[in-house]
């Protein structure tokens, strides 16, 4: 028998062999979350705070409740929204549970906008030694003290894999000071002067991170005279850079 319903009668019609219980009224939301602001160390999934909506059915009508998410919208730098279409819609096994396994006159669907912001700066995750001695009249350059690796590693694997971070990452560094170490008995061990060197890592919207490196220039065994160093130089982006050393350092009254 095929079943038809007007409102909550029941109808017959037993022209066919076969059984199904067909509404023309869609499923509807209750509650509905709201549109949210999350950062990209934030899990995608409804479950991690995000909200899920709940729904009812006409006459006690089966029902389930989908979703389905947009490509990320670059709307400015290091923030995306994504459009997250919920769907609530009858559930009858014999009709499929996919997302468009149903008319839409049998759906009721609603908009969910999700927005994502890209908050924090690279991080250092790897650096050469914070305080180190480089060779009397040698360079003292970044080819020399060590190049750090940096990477915009503040981010769900989800949000990863959607692309949701601010890339490239670039990398400089400055040499801030310079200081001649002023009490003789101590240029053995501290040195004859030492070098204050800053490096910055940004990403592409800005936002920086910064970490202090102190190069120290070693007593020699005998001499004096001139060391070429590096005052300050711009790498590039971390990915393919070329150090080099700019500008001289006159090591006086050593």
Not at 65 to 71: E, M, Q, T, V
Not at 146 to 153: A, F, K, N, S, Y
Not at 204 to 219: D, I, K, L, P, Y
Not at 226 to 232: N, P
Request: charged share 20%; glycine share 10%; net charge negative.
């Amino acid at each position: 028998d095929l079943w038809m319903e007007d409102g909550c009668r029941r109808l017959a019609d037993t022209s066919v062999d076969y059984t199904a219980e067909v509404h023309s009224v869609p499923p509807a939301f209750v509650t509905f979350p709201a549109d949210v602001t999350v950062n990209t160390t934030h899990s995608l999934d409804p479950a991690s705070g995000l909200g899920t909506p709940t729904g009812a059915a006409y006459c006690g009508t089966p029902f389930s409740i989908l979703f389905r998410d947009a490509a990320p919208v670059l709307v400015a730098c290091g923030r995306w929204t994504i459009a997250r279409t919920w769907k609530v819609q009858p559930h009858y096994a014999d009709c499929g549970e996919g997302f468009d396994a149903y008319p839409d006159s049998l759906t009721t669907t609603r908009v969910q906008v999700i927005t994502v912001e890209d908050v924090f700066a690279p991080e250092f995750i790897e650096t050469p030694a914070a305080d180190q001695f480089v060779d009397f009249l040698t360079d003292y350059g970044p080819a020399v003290t060590g190049v750090p690796l940096v990477e915009d590693i503040a981010t769900d694997p989800g949000m990863a894999a959607l692309g949701l971070v601010s890339y490239p990452v670039h990398l400089e560094y400055a040499d801030v000071a310079f200081a001649y170490e002023t009490e003789p008995e101590k240029t053995c061990s501290e040195g004859l002067a030492a070098v204050t060197r800053r490096w910055t890592t940004k990403d592409n919207c800005g936002t920086a991170a910064t970490w202090t490196q102190v190069v120290r220039v070693r007593h020699p065994r005998a001499g004096a005279g001139v060391g070429a160093g590096a005052g300050g130089g711009d790498l590039g982006n971390a990915t393919d850079f070329q150090a080099f050393a700019v500008g001289e350092v006159y090591l006086e009254n050593t």
